[in-house]
């Protein structure tokens, strides 16, 4: 059986979104079934519905930065009750059975691929999923994650579900910490997290940007101070200190300015994804130093979990800036400028 469902579409990659009528299953024993609340407005959501990158499948409804309410529960839901505040993050589903879902890691399914809270293909119905651009949505059980902000502070939670998870993921991974040095390229979405994420593990954080305006926010948001990239003489100021770097730039740039800056083994990690190829890096900057250039992607579920539980201990969430359904447009639009601090969060309430 299935719902009606309503929401936000784009039917091609020229056309703006619109609203769109469209079906949801009906809770099978696994599922939990979601109101959404709010949802968050990721660069990637952009790039899908224009087909800015490939396999775009249209209609396409996006969004995967959601925050809700349970309103109904399958027969073998254990871990949610209706009434409960929780959230979807980028994926829905995977295969369950490969080392990377053995350990926890879906981000990085072999078997069948995590399945994409939308844009990815649909196990139940067919056809593809359709994302947190509507009204309600129904997720299995694994996927769904528990928040325990306050009432007030949900909305700015919603970003959390990506921008969080794509920053705290590496963060973590690499052992930052307190006594380490850690810098942040680009100061948006990503990179306004990743400065909150890393100060809130105790390192000495920095934040590059081409843009010196940028200096009073990166500080208030938890930097000890920023540092100018197209500054040769304030990046040669840094060189060889270190220990890792994260880098949030989606936009094709010269790496080896940042690696020149690494520590002997320390690790810079790239989270943004640009539309064509970065500029090869010299092998000299890594070969002398032992330094790793590295990549990564989200988060499995329980880091997922595990990151909204030290966001919420913290005190931490995004900065937004809360918008219509019907200002989707201008929204992407003004993304694309970078013209927000830091990231739009559509209130769902409007769509009707």
């Given at each position: 059986m299935t719902t009606p469902a309503k929401g936000y579409a784009a039917q091609s990659a020229d056309s703006k979104l619109a609203p769109f009528s469209f079906e949801r299953r009906d809770p099978q024993p696994n599922d939990v079934a979601i109101d959404i609340r709010y949802c968050g407005v990721c660069h990637s959501d952009l790039h899908t519905a224009r087909s800015e990158w490939p396999g775009t499948l249209y209609p396409c409804v996006?969004?995967?930065?959601?925050?809700?309410?349970?309103?109904a529960v399958g027969s073998d839901v254990t871990r949610f009750v209706v009434g409960d505040t929780v959230g979807v993050g980028c994926m829905v589903d995977s295969c369950g059975e490969c080392p990377s879902c053995h350990d926890g890691e879906e981000q990085y399914c072999t078997g069948t691929g995590f399945v994409g809270t939308y844009n990815g293909p649909d196990p139940v119905m067919g056809g593809h999923t359709f994302g947190g651009y509507s009204d309600h949505i129904v997720v299995d059980q694994d996927f769904v994650l528990k928040i325990r902000h306050d009432e007030a502070d949900l909305a700015a939670v919603a970003p959390l579900l990506c921008a969080g998870i794509t920053t705290y993921s590496p963060l973590k991974h690499w052992g930052v910490g307190p006594g380490q040095k850690v810098g942040i390229v680009?100061?948006?979405?990503?990179?306004?997290?990743?400065?909150?994420?890393?100060?809130?593990?105790?390192?000495?954080?920095y934040v590059f940007s081409t843009s010196p305006n940028k200096r009073d926010d990166a500080i208030r948001l938890g930097a000890k101070d920023l540092i100018v990239s197209k500054d040769?003489?304030?990046?040669?100021?840094?060189?060889?200190?270190?220990?890792?770097?994260?880098?949030?730039?989606?936009?094709?740039?010269?790496?080896?300015?940042f690696l020149a800056l690494l520590k002997r083994d320390g690790t810079m990690t790239l989270v943004g994804v640009p539309e064509t190829p970065h500029p090869s890096p010299s092998v000299g900057?890594?070969?002398?130093?032992?330094?790793?250039?590295?990549?990564?992607?989200?988060?499995?579920?329980?880091?997922?979990?595990?990151?909204?539980?030290?966001?919420?201990?913290?005190?931490?969430?995004?900065?937004?800036?809360?918008?219509?359904?019907?200002?989707?447009?201008?929204?992407?639009?003004?993304?694309?400028?970078?013209?927000?601090?830091?990231r739009f969060v559509i209130d769902m309430a409007t769509l009707g």
């Open positions: 996006p969004g995967h930065e959601i925050v809700g309410t349970v309103t680009g100061l948006g979405g990503l990179g306004h997290m990743g400065v909150k994420i890393a100060a809130a593990m105790g390192a000495e954080v040769a003489d304030a990046m040669g100021a840094h060189a060889g200190s270190f220990d890792f770097i994260l880098n949030t730039v989606a936009a094709s740039h010269d790496l080896d300015q900057n890594l070969v002398f130093g032992r330094r790793s250039l590295a990549g990564s992607l989200i988060g499995g579920i329980a880091e997922t979990q595990e990151m909204l539980d030290f966001c919420n201990k913290h005190g931490l969430t995004a900065d937004i800036e809360i918008i219509d359904m019907a200002e989707i447009e201008t929204g992407f639009d003004r993304m694309a400028k970078s013209d927000v601090k830091y």
